[in-house]
């Protein structure tokens, strides 16, 4: 398998990912095309994926813009100048800070920690004038309150994944938040994803695989791949079924949506 047939017309903007990811590299193959998807925002997790990040290139068919940031997984392991390593990342052309956030959902965790990286990296993506790129799992009022007391997001932010309920997403509109979602929500009983996708209004809504992870449901995996320990992983070409998905619970057709979802999707990362 190295490309898709993408269906004629539509134009596909993944806003999450991790295309950086070595397993994912050794997965899908170097030769893999992405013809139909026209942009992916990479994102980084750790000082040590950056360059990775960096190198990754664009086509003529795919641009890929480039987010660096620290996951709330990874903030344990940070070196001592991790701020000026970014800074530098950041001035080089990045579109994002990104994945930064917060999860309450890990069990062997420091919220302080956690939360004063967090909070200095919205400081850099106020600075550099950039877009926020957020991960939240469990941590939502947590999460309000520092975008609202928190500096000035010019261009908004992105809640990728986002599972909240309608209560914190309507706060975070309000706050000039975006929302993203995978294929992943395709599962019935994901239900405040599936609630959230029908209550965002039009401009605020973004897609995004998030590959290699959040796997979707594996009969609705169009293109299964595995880690060398057998384990699934998500394909970014799996973006077409994030559209589907999107298209099917707001009962638009996909050409209609699809039209937005690139209005929308540069407008945050590329105006
Ligand atoms: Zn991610």
């Not at 980084?44 to 660096?68: C, I």
Request: charged share 25%.
């Amino acid at each position: 398998m190295s490309s898709i047939t993408p269906v004629e017309g539509v134009k596909y903007f993944d806003a999450h990912l991790h295309r950086q990811d070595p397993d994912l590299i050794d997965a899908i193959g170097p030769e893999v095309k992405f013809e139909g998807i026209k942009a992916q925002v990479c994102n980084g997790t750790r000082p040590d994926d950056w360059q990775a990040v960096q190198d990754v290139s664009s086509t003529d068919e795919t641009t890929v813009l480039k987010a660096y940031g620290v996951h709330p997984w990874c903030v344990d392991q940070l070196p001592v100048d991790w701020e000026s390593q970014l800074r530098r990342f950041l001035k080089s052309g990045a579109a994002s800070v990104g994945e930064i956030g917060l999860d309450h959902w890990i069990q062997v965790r420091d919220d302080r920690l956690q939360l004063e990286v967090f909070a200095r990296q919205l400081q850099m993506a106020h600075e550099e004038d950039l877009v926020p790129s957020i991960h939240c799992l469990r941590a939502w009022g947590l999460l309000v309150d520092s975008i609202r007391t928190g500096p000035a997001l010019r261009r908004g932010f992105l809640v990728h994944g986002f599972g909240g309920s309608k209560e914190v997403l309507f706060q975070l509109l309000d706050l000039g938040g975006h929302v993203s979602f995978s294929s992943y929500a395709s599962d019935p009983g994901r239900k405040r994803m599936r609630d959230a996708i029908r209550a965002c209004p039009e401009d605020r809504l973004l897609a995004e695989t998030d590959a290699p992870d959040m796997v979707p449901p594996e009969d609705l995996c169009r293109f299964p791949i595995k880690d060398a320990q057998g384990q699934r992983l998500h394909h970014p070409l799996e973006i077409q079924s994030s559209y589907a998905m999107l298209a099917e619970l707001r009962q638009l057709p996909l050409e209609e949506l699809a039209v937005q979802l690139e209005k929308n999707f540069r407008k945050l990362f590329m105006g």
